[in-house]
């Protein structure tokens, strides 16, 4: 893909201080314009779907959809459209996570000032950007982790269906509201919430709250 004279950006973060924030970074370069903005995953997926964008920088986490489930249904939906992570977290979970959902960098909110123009540059040339202090000490807890407990990383035990059920389960939403909002039939939703019990060797609606917070789903 040639490399666009400005590339047009979308801002996807449910804390509008945020994004504020980021605009400012972003649009001070004259190879860089903020041309749309969203406060959660599913806002995000519209708004690249509704207009031209080139790259979105997207929230790990956010409400409805987390911005790792919104990576994944846009390079389903638009493979072209290049997906940098935005986060406080620095853990591999995160990390790894955000690779299989297809981003091609990973930026920490707290290097953002420094990184995040860097990142999209490197991000529309085609080259992944990793923050390289984080990426050292992911790579090495996750070597460390795989030593002790191989079983430890494996696939997620969940699909992505699954995954953005148990998110509105965790929000509060109830059955017909999670049906709503997904455009599936109340039996599918609860068929669903009894294959995540299920997998997960859980119980009810606080375990997979609990589940949820730990995976970075929803925040506490």
Do not use: W
Request: hydrophobic share 45%; glycine share 6%.
């Amino acid at each position: 893909m040639t490399t666009p004279l400005k590339t047009r950006v979308l801002l996807a973060d449910d804390h509008e201080l945020v994004r504020s924030g980021l605009r400012l970074i972003l649009d001070g370069e004259p190879d860089i314009e903020v041309v749309a903005e969203a406060a959660d995953g599913a806002q995000a997926i519209a708004a690249c779907l509704a207009g031209a964008v080139d790259l979105a920088v997207i929230d790990v986490s956010m409400p409805r959809l987390t911005g790792l489930q919104a990576a994944e249904e846009l390079r389903r939906r638009t493979p072209a459209l290049r997906v940098l992570m935005l986060s406080v977290h620095d853990n591999e979970q995160y990390f790894f996570a955000a690779l299989k959902a297809g981003a091609c960098g990973y930026v920490l909110k707290s290097a953002a000032g420094r990184d995040l123009v860097q990142a999209v540059r490197a991000s529309m040339r085609g080259e992944p950007f990793l923050y390289p202090p984080a990426v050292t000490a992911l790579f090495r807890d996750y070597l460390e982790r795989a030593a002790r407990d191989p079983a430890a990383t494996t696939a997620d035990p969940l699909t992505g269906r699954e995954l953005e059920v148990l998110k509105l389960i965790a929000e509060a939403h109830t059955t017909d509201a999670i049906a709503g909002l997904l455009r599936i039939s109340r039996r599918t939703v609860e068929h669903h919430r009894a294959s995540i019990l299920r997998k997960l060797g859980m119980r009810d609606r606080v375990e997979l709250t609990r589940y949820a917070i730990r995976r970075g789903l929803v925040e506490p």
